[in-house]
């Protein structure tokens, strides 16, 4: 369980605040991005199931609140009250793989103030990374469609969690696997590996290197060529897959891990498929992104499967979300915020999502949530008085959503580069609240 202290102390603060001026009604928050990073056309929603475990085991430890006692910042009596904290709110949320847009609510939190208060940073925290890291993952495999992809990146994420939430995320988005053995465990994803330069180099001689890793995984020989010569390695290869069939052992794949890696991946197919090796695939890692997949992708490139690791894992591109979760109706009343390039639509809100025929999104519209529009509402009960409503999706039925929703994507916005021009439609509904609430505002 994640500890409560993980948040800012703001948080903390004003709950003291709403505690002295008996301030516990009814409050409304969103989640929403406010505008996509750049050469991004749309974002895939990641992250629910981790916030839904948080709010049900929301709770201070009596460690937090002795800690908090001697912290000097709060009064012994809101201590003692804050202790017997819990989340007893409402959450509506897009499912898991759903893609969206700015300004679309992802997640509503309804609940006392202090209550939905309080968990903002975590929030944000889980759901801006998994959702980062699974919309570069479908880019990945929007850019490579039909090859393998491997998360690579756990030596390069920034810490143990973001380790663990990647190789989670990826894998919603449609990646094949991670060598990630702990998130294997945790999360039942596939786990790829084999070996890394150092085994070759820790042997005298590279063919007696790939000869003993294959009788030590007979049944996953994949081996890393790039150590010293590569198209070398390869003759080596060949050489040994010979002396392996007559014990029944079969060369899965080589791999590349430096270099051009598109003349060496044509060199080696041809000797492969020279010397009959047809069945032996071709893995390529090292640096890769989407637009290096599309690169290879478009060309023909005979590579079967890529390790994506470093640029994935830190979303290296666009590292993070221009996000909010904001106050949005607080004991009945509509809120917004008005500030410079940071103004809100208020009060709760849905977003209906139109499709055409064949299933191609054609348009969303943000409303009120008693306008109903024409149209899928994306935002969908996920927990009542501080309970799930349902059993955990499984990750199989988010992939299928996610493949499900990459399909129904045009053209436009499935590009890597070109803005795709997609407009969020704000309903006459929205409008007219908008209206009203600057005029109780005195903004108008």
Request: glycine letters at 8%.
């Amino acid at each position: 369980m994640t500890s409560t202290l993980l948040t800012d102390l703001y948080q903390l603060t004003m709950l003291q605040g709403y505690w002295h001026e008996r301030m516990s009604e009814t409050a409304v928050f969103e989640l929403f991005v406010r505008k996509l990073p750049p050469r991004r056309n749309f974002l895939v929603a990641a992250g629910l199931e981790q916030v839904i475990d948080y709010l049900e085991n929301l709770a201070f430890t009596h460690q937090e609140i002795a800690y908090l006692r001697q912290s000097g910042f709060f009064q012994a009596k809101f201590l003692d009250h804050l202790a017997t904290l819990r989340f007893t709110g409402d959450v509506d949320a897009m499912p898991e793989g759903t893609v969206f847009f700015p300004d679309e609510p992802v997640l509503r939190i309804v609940a006392p103030l202090p209550q939905a208060q309080l968990v903002e940073t975590r929030l944000i925290n889980l759901l801006q990374f998994q959702t980062l890291i699974a919309s570069k993952a479908a880019r990945c495999v929007l850019a490579a469609p039909g090859k393998s992809l491997v998360d690579f990146g756990l030596r390069r994420a920034h810490g143990y969690e973001a380790g663990l939430l990647a190789a989670r995320a990826a894998y919603l988005a449609g990646f094949s696997g991670t060598s990630n053995v702990l998130a294997g465990m945790e999360f039942s994803i596939p786990i790829f590996g084999t070996m890394a330069h150092s085994y070759i180099m820790a042997h005298d001689d590279e063919l007696a290197a790939f000869r003993g890793f294959a009788h030590s995984q007979p049944h996953n020989v994949v081996l890393l060529i790039d150590t010293y010569d590569t198209l070398k390695a390869v003759d080596k290869v060949i050489a040994l897959a010979a002396e392996l069939a007559q014990q029944d052992i079969h060369i899965k794949a080589v791999r590349i891990d430096s270099g051009d890696l598109a003349a060496l991946a044509l060199g080696v197919r041809r000797k492969l498929d020279g010397a009959g090796l047809q069945q032996i695939g071709i893995f390529a890692s090292g640096d890769l992104d989407e637009y290096a997949l599309q690169r290879f992708y478009d060309q023909k490139i005979p590579i079967d499967g890529f390790g994506v690791g470093t640029k994935l894992t830190t979303s290296n591109d666009a590292p993070y979300l221009n996000c909010a979760y904001k106050l949005q109706e607080y004991a009945g009343i509509p809120r917004r915020k008005v500030s410079s390039g940071k103004q809100t639509w208020p009060g709760r809100k849905q977003v209906y999502r139109r499709r055409d025929s064949n299933g191609i999104l054609t348009g969303d519209t943000l409303t009120t949530m008693d306008d109903r529009q024409e149209g899928e509402a994306l935002l969908q009960p996920v927990m009542r008085d501080g309970k799930r409503i349902r059993s955990p999706e499984s990750l199989e039925t988010i992939r299928k959503r996610i493949a499900m929703e990459l399909d129904s994507l045009p053209a436009g916005l499935k590009a890597l580069d070109e803005p795709s021009g997609h407009v969020v439609e704000i309903s006459p509904a929205l409008l007219e609240l908008t209206r009203q609430t600057d005029m109780r505002l005195g903004l108008n």
